[in-house]
Structure formats: C-alpha cells, structure tokens
C-alpha cells in the first residue's frame, strides 16, 4: 500500500515555465487537497477535491490549477512559474471529512523558481 | 479567521526529560484539533484528533491534551528517535480546510 505518491521529489524552474506536479493516492479517498509549506508561515491549503468532478480554491489559488478525473489522481498545475512559487509542496488525503480523520501526507515536491 | 499559534518555536531536551508543547487556537466552530509530527524532507505524519475539551489521547510517550483555547502535547521520557517538527491543527465546521501553526522543533539529546 503506497499511500500518498507525489512526482516529482525536487524540481527547479525558470521564471515564466509550466509545470505539473503530480499525486496519486491507492486507498480509495475521497478527500485530497493541495498544501505549500514555506518557513515561518506553516502549511497553506491551494486547492482541495471533495470527490471526482469537484474542486475548490483554498486559502493561497491565485497562480494554480487543479482538476480531479479520478478518485485516485488530483494533478496541480502551475501556469506560470514566479519566485514566489518556490516552497516545498504537500498532497494530503482522507477518507472522510477532514474533522473526522487525519489526512494522510504524501512525501512533498521542492520546487524551486529562478 | 482561524488561527493556531505554537510555543516553543523550539526545543532541546535532555533524552528522558519530559516536557510539553503549547497550541493555542482560535477557531468559531471547532471541528477537530490535529498533532502531526513532521521528520526533515518528509511529509506530515498524523498522531491524534481531539474533538472535545477534556479529552486526551495518548501514543506511546506522546500524551495530547484539549482545552477550549489550547492543546498541549506532552511528551514523557523522550528519547533521540522523538526529535522532529510536532505540528498543530485545527479544522472548522464552516470549510474544508486546515489551519496549521509553524510548529514546535524538538531535538532530544542522548
């Protein structure tokens, strides 16, 4: 059982690129979500999935896209890439709501802009 | 707005000196408070959900407290394999979202 697969583990860009950062998750949840974590600021939530179909903004959208075609893929798309941007990235699922169960972390992509 | 605030930022203990890490919150309809403890390059791994204050849960050497303006997650007897980021969050009834602190680093020396 993998749990949460995020690809890529590290990734640099330059200012202006696109990119794709890619999560896969095997336990059938139906709760995935997006979260960057910068220094002194804790992990801030993007995008968030209830279900396959259904997505929605979090706390920091404004430069990222999300899709969700399936339960077990939740994609996250930078359109064009800024400094800002550099952070180390987190998807997280749960089966439920997330009051009732912790979400489950995948391992994180580090992307740096340049 | 939500808000989850961490104290110490961090913290060095002798192995087997235990301690207690402070989360403070404010939240309009608490749903569930969250420790996770994060390890350097890794991912947040979940430790307890506290849904009522009074409750405690505990894990090992690891104790979670609830109150209905803090939590404290007390560790007794650490040892060097307990050092990491212990990281605190709550989730409200009105969104899908959690609210994350900065986290508390503890380094436990042999």
């Known amino acids: 059982n993998a749990g949460v697969t995020q690809t890529p583990k590290f990734q640099v860009l330059k200012t202006g690129q696109s990119m794709t950062l890619q999560c896969a998750q095997d336990m059938n949840h139906e709760y995935m979500s997006w979260y960057r974590q910068d220094p002194g600021m804790g992990l801030r939530l993007i995008h968030y999935s209830v279900g396959a179909g259904i997505t929605d903004q979090g706390e920091v959208p404004n430069g990222y896209n999300v899709s969700r075609s399936t339960t077990e893929d939740f994609p996250l798309r930078l359109l064009s890439a800024a400094p800002s941007q550099t952070s180390v990235y987190f998807c997280?699922?749960?089966?439920?709501?997330?009051?009732?169960?912790?979400?489950?972390f995948g391992s994180g992509t580090r992307l740096t802009v340049v | 707005e939500d808000q989850v605030t961490q104290s110490p930022e961090a913290l060095r203990l002798q192995e087997g000196e235990s301690s207690s890490l402070n989360c403070s919150y404010t939240v309009s309809g608490l749903r569930g408070l969250f420790w996770y403890r994060q390890d350097p390059g890794k991912g947040p791994e979940f430790l307890f959900t506290l849904y009522s204050a009074g409750e405690e849960k505990e894990k090992e050497r690891l104790k979670a407290t609830l109150t209905k303006k803090e939590s404290f997650l007390h560790i007794t007897a650490p040892k060097p394999e307990d050092s990491a980021t212990y990281l605190c969050?709550?989730?409200?009834?009105?969104?899908?979202?959690?609210?994350f602190g900065t986290g508390t680093r503890l380094t436990i020396i042999p």
């Open positions: 997280a699922s749960s089966s439920a709501s997330v009051g009732n169960y912790g979400y489950t």
């Open positions: 969050a709550v989730a409200n009834f009105g969104n899908e979202k959690l609210t």
